[in-house]
Each structure stands twice: as C-alpha cells, then as structure tokens.
C-alpha cells in the first residue's frame, strides 16, 4: 500500500483552501479523467468522466444526525442556532443574547421570543474502501467498482466543502487520504485511488478497531467491501457504531459470487488464503451456495440494523449510474 504522501507536511490536512476560486467540473475533470483512456500511475481505466462529474456536482451528502463541527461548512444542520437563516421562534430565557428578540412581535403580543436560525456545520466523511485480495475478482473487478464508489461520494463532500478522508484496508488499516476539503483537493484524492491495489487477506475486526482509533470526530462514515472474513464482521462493526457515527455499508459483490455458473469436477481455490478444496460442482451444491448468500446478506441486514447502519447490496454488474444516481439517492445516501 502507498505511504501518506498525499498530505504535505508544511500544509493543514484538513485545508479548505477557500483562498482558491472556483473550479468547474469540467476542469477538475481534465486533471484526472480527460485524456488518455489510462491513468499516468496506474493500468486502472479512469475512475469517472467529466460528463458524470457534472451530473453529481449538485448533490449532497446526506447526514440524518446533528454533526458538530469546529468551523462552519456549507452544510445546513437539524440543530439550531443563530446563523443567518431564519429557522423558528423560541421563549426567552433570561441569559439569551438579546440581539436575537423579536421586537415586533413583542410589540403585538407583549411576549419575548428569540429568533432561532438554523446553523451551518461542516461534516467529515470517512470513506473506508476494502482491498483485501477477494477484491480483485469478479467482471468488472470489485476493487475498481469500489473506488468509482469512493470516488463519486468523495468528490460530492468536497464540493459541498465537507472533509472527506479514505481510509483503505486489508488484514489492517493502511495509509489514508487524510481529510481535506474543497473541489480544489479532488485531484489529489483521485490520483491516490487510482494508486490502490489488493493485498493481504480480510480483517475487519483489526481494521476497523483501528480506525475508530484513529477517528476521533463525529460524522459520516461510508464501508465500501465485500465482507468476506472468515472470522465474521459482526463485532467488526460495533468499532465504527460504538461513537454514535453515522454509517452507510455498501456491500460490493460480483454476479459470479451471487450466480455461480459452475458445472463439473473443480478445484477451487481460496483467493485471500490459497487454500484448496475439489467439488463436484452439480445443481444441489449450486442451490445450497446460493442459500448461503441469501444467509450472508439477512445476517448483514439483521445486524446492520441493530447497530442503525444502513446496508446497501450491489453487484458489479448494476450500471455505476445507476448505483450513484438511482439507489444511492433513494437510499437517502445521497439528496
């Protein structure tokens, strides 16, 4: 896995860079999607194009939780405040700042109120992608699926000036993208997508444990994986919901792991372990993998929603489009 270098150390990770003008998306498109159909750094495919770029440029992340930050964002919160946007009224208590009573409605009513405004607050959002060798299957490959994921969600963040960080992970959790904001750091982001590859086998527990370690504020944090540990992810995900984040969990699976079409004597072999095992594969081996899925995804979704985790299945055969601008935004993802 690459080292942090993405993250100079004479600059603040988390630079908004607000001193910069605006950057169109078609611009920023050019940076690291236009040209070449390769990136400079890797014999990955482009993650996106300008034309899609376009297309999620006016959406948002959507955060159900009050989300408090340490300098105002772009991001509109349920909690209330005095900002500039009139949200309701309040009785005055003594001690309330007086700059906020309605004097005219005490003039009508000969009642104090305070004017409440709904407060503008930044959000950090930690895109935690899996590239743990089972990754590397399936047509198209599960990894490169998954980094368009992270890509498109990233680049929405920083153009609503949220922090975005992406935090990849294996047997451990590896050098992030710390956070940054604004369009400006999109670039950077993506070049360090394109530099990812799979290695070492599943680990959730150690990985996740690790970054709620590491993660010490509050807000959104997005599991792009396939959950294949052998060891479960169950007590994986208590790490990331233990601090009360809120989290998204889209499972990335091929059609072949869903819909095996396998007939005959095989070997298979374990992608992460290089283990063996010869089947003779028939219909009622097929049925009862099948079965098998069916279980992997109730138990995610039963412990997904005990722990207030939203779950999302998709296959890698489900257009890229349509995973971003239809389910993702009829999940409540996206808005």
């Known amino acids: 896995m690459p080292e942090d270098p993405y993250v100079p150390e004479d600059k603040d990770p988390e630079d908004k860079g607000s001193e910069d003008s605006p950057v169109p998306a078609s611009d920023v498109a050019s940076a690291y999607v236009g040209g070449p159909a390769k990136s400079p750094t890797s014999d ?107 890509a498109a969600l990233a680049y929405v963040g920083l153009v609503a000036e949220d922090r975005v960080g992406i935090y990849p992970f294996s047997d451990e959790l590896h050098a992030p993208f710390r956070p940054v904001r604004g369009k400006r750091n999109a670039p950077r982001l993506f070049n360090y997508l394109q530099t990812l590859r799979v290695g070492g086998e599943t680990n959730l527990e150690r990985s996740f444990r690790a970054f709620s370690h590491a993660f010490s504020r509050r807000g959104m944090v997005v599991v792009i994986s396939d959950l294949l540990d052998p060891t479960g992810f169950s007590d994986a995900l208590r790490h990331i919901t233990a601090r009360n984040i809120e989290t ?88």
């Open 44 to 150: 990955r495919p482009k993650l996106l194009d300008d034309e899609f770029l376009a297309k999620i440029q006016k959406l948002s992340l959507v955060s159900r939780k009050t989300i408090t930050g340490s300098i105002k964002g772009e991001r509109r919160s349920r909690k209330r405040g005095f900002s500039t946007e009139f949200a309701d009224y309040r009785d005055y208590v003594p001690g309330d700042d007086l700059r906020y009573l309605d004097w005219n409605i005490y003039g009508r009513l000969d009642r104090l109120f305070i004017k409440l405004f709904h407060e503008e607050e930044d959000l950090t959002v930690s895109i935690l992608v899996d590239v743990s060798k089972s990754m590397e299957t399936g047509a198209p490959e599960k990894l490169f699926y998954s980094l368009q994921v992270a």
């Open 248 to 335: 998204y969990l889209i499972h990335v699976l091929s059609p072949e792991e869903v819909n095996p079409d396998l007939v005959g004597d095989l070997r298979l072999i374990d992608c992460e372990q290089g283990t063996s095992m010869d089947v003779s594969m028939n219909q009622r081996i097929l049925a009862a993998y099948r079965k098998s899925i069916e279980d992997l995804q109730a138990s995610i979704r039963h412990n997904a929603s005990l722990r207030g985790i939203s779950p999302l299945f998709a296959t890698t055969d489900v257009s890229f489009d349509h995973l971003i601008l239809g389910y993702l935004r009829k999940r409540g993802i996206l808005g």
